[in-house]
């Protein structure tokens, strides 16, 4: 009888122990999920305080950091921004991060709605968008990769006033990055895009325009914080602008920006159904339908899918033999 209960008693002590290991595992891994967690609003308040101190305005309204057991993330029901200057405001509802415990430097997000004003520029701008959600794989000093997708952007005018010239609409948007290697991968898209130029009641209508291209030394420009396009060299995989229909344009080829801002670039331009996209944009722009017309009938004249080359050498713009003028130098 003794000889029974001696290993009842083992058992039971070695299962009190792994019961007060798992108990100790547990508070421990608490205690530093709310370290780690108070970390995270610490730095958010640094971020904020650090804006403040240039002179700019910042808010995290009710700022929480949330997602125990297995996540990490900053919640606010309003964020904002202001620069210094004035010139550029930023405000955001209801803003949700996390990451996973075991990958803290891969970050998702959303956003219920975000607003971007330029008050200090003539004319104002503003853009918003609502149901953002965001990705991102944090590195120095450019995220690996990052993805945002939106809906019902907008671009137009501030409240004050100042005609933009264009009013542009999307229903949903997406764009995304990656670094390769030392340049930087960037293909964004819009879809049922709506422009309504100055002046005009009828909008374009758009199904997609999209745009694929890389930055080249688009890390280093990046960790110079350069925010001049001079001396910049992009490859233009394809930018796109359907017209519905599979008629549209497509525009591909390297583009250089020298010191002085003049552009050169080997591009080559492909019109997918001349006919009908000179069609739909005489109806879109009545008072420009001739001069569509006529600009795009050399193209209907080689088939349903032509392609000419346009070159613009130190910012003179050229399709084979015929000039169409100077781009302005880049800032």
Same mark, same amino acid.
């Given at each position: 009888?003794?000889?029974?209960? !001696?290993?009842?008693? @083992?058992?039971? !002590?070695?299962?009190?122990?792994?019961?007060? &290991?798992?108990?100790?595992?547990?508070?421990?891994?608490?205690?530093?999920?709310?370290?780690?967690?108070?970390?995270?609003? &610490?730095? &958010? @308040?640094?971020?904020?305080?650090?804006?403040?101190?240039?002179?700019?305005?910042?808010?995290?309204?009710?700022?929480?950091? *949330?997602?125990?057991?297995?996540?990490?993330?900053?919640?606010? /029901?309003?964020?904002?921004?202001?620069?210094?200057?004035?010139?550029?405001?930023? *405000?955001?509802? @209801?803003?949700?991060?996390?990451?996973?415990?075991?990958?803290?430097?891969?970050?998702?997000? +959303? %956003?219920?709605?975000?607003?971007?004003?330029?008050?200090?520029?003539?004319?104002?701008?503003?853009?918003?968008?609502?149901?953002?959600?965001?990705?991102?794989?944090?590195?120095?000093?450019?995220?690996?990769?990052?993805?945002?997708?939106? #809906?019902?952007?907008?671009?137009?005018?501030?409240? +004050?006033?100042?005609?933009?010239?264009?009013?542009?609409?999307?229903?949903?948007?997406?764009?995304?990055? #990656? !670094?390769?290697? @030392?340049?930087? /991968?960037?293909?964004?898209?819009?879809?049922?895009?709506?422009?309504?130029?100055?002046?005009?009641? +009828?909008?374009?209508?758009?199904?997609?325009?999209? %745009? $694929?291209?890389?930055?080249?030394?688009?890390?280093?420009?990046?960790?110079?914080?350069?925010?001049?396009?001079?001396?910049?060299?992009?490859?233009? #995989?394809?930018?796109?602008?359907?017209?519905? +229909?599979?008629?549209?344009?497509?525009?591909?080829?390297?583009?250089?920006?020298?010191?002085?801002? %003049?552009?050169?670039?080997?591009?080559?331009?492909?019109?997918?159904?001349?006919?009908?996209?000179?069609?739909?944009?005489?109806?879109?722009?009545?008072?420009?339908?001739?001069?569509?017309?006529?600009?795009?009938?050399?193209?209907?004249?080689?088939? $349903?899918?032509?392609? %000419?080359?346009?070159?613009?050498?130190?910012?003179?713009?050229?399709?084979?033999?015929?000039?169409?003028?100077?781009?302005?130098?880049?800032?």
């Amino acid at each position: 009888m003794a000889s029974r209960e !001696r290993p009842a008693r @083992g058992y039971s !002590r070695r299962f009190a122990w792994l019961a007060i &290991a798992i108990v100790a595992v547990i508070g421990l891994y608490t205690a530093g999920w709310f370290y780690m967690a108070s970390l995270l609003d &610490a730095e &958010a @308040g640094k971020a904020i305080a650090r804006i403040e101190r240039d002179g700019g305005v910042a808010l995290c309204a009710n700022r929480e950091a *949330r997602g125990y057991p297995f996540r990490i993330g900053l919640f606010c /029901d309003r964020i904002g921004v202001t620069d210094a200057k004035g010139n550029v405001e930023v *405000r955001g509802e @209801g803003l949700r991060t996390a990451a996973q415990v075991y990958d803290p430097f891969r970050i998702i997000g +959303e %956003l219920d709605a975000l607003h971007i004003g330029y008050p200090g520029r003539q004319p104002g701008v503003s853009a918003s968008a609502s149901d953002m959600r965001f990705s991102a794989s944090v590195a120095q000093p450019l995220p690996e990769r990052a993805s945002i997708t939106m #809906r019902a952007i907008a671009v137009d005018a501030d409240p +004050e006033g100042n005609d933009l010239p264009v009013t542009v609409k999307a229903a949903t948007g997406a764009a995304h990055m #990656r !670094r390769n290697s @030392g340049d930087v /991968d960037v293909a964004m898209e819009a879809r049922h895009v709506s422009i309504v130029p100055a002046g005009m009641d +009828e909008a374009i209508l758009l199904p997609l325009i999209s %745009l $694929d291209l890389t930055v080249e030394d688009g890390v280093e420009r990046f960790a110079r914080r350069t925010e001049s396009l001079r001396g910049t060299s992009i490859v233009l #995989r394809s930018v796109t602008v359907s017209l519905g +229909e599979d008629a549209g344009v497509t525009v591909s080829g390297p583009v250089a920006i020298d010191p002085q801002g %003049l552009v050169d670039a080997s591009l080559q331009i492909t019109v997918n159904k001349p006919a009908t996209v000179a069609a739909r944009l005489g109806e879109a722009l009545p008072s420009e339908r001739e001069r569509i017309q006529a600009a795009l009938s050399g193209f209907a004249m080689l088939g $349903d899918s032509p392609s %000419l080359p346009l070159t613009i050498e130190k910012s003179v713009a050229r399709i084979a033999f015929i000039n169409l003028g100077r781009v302005p130098a880049l800032k």
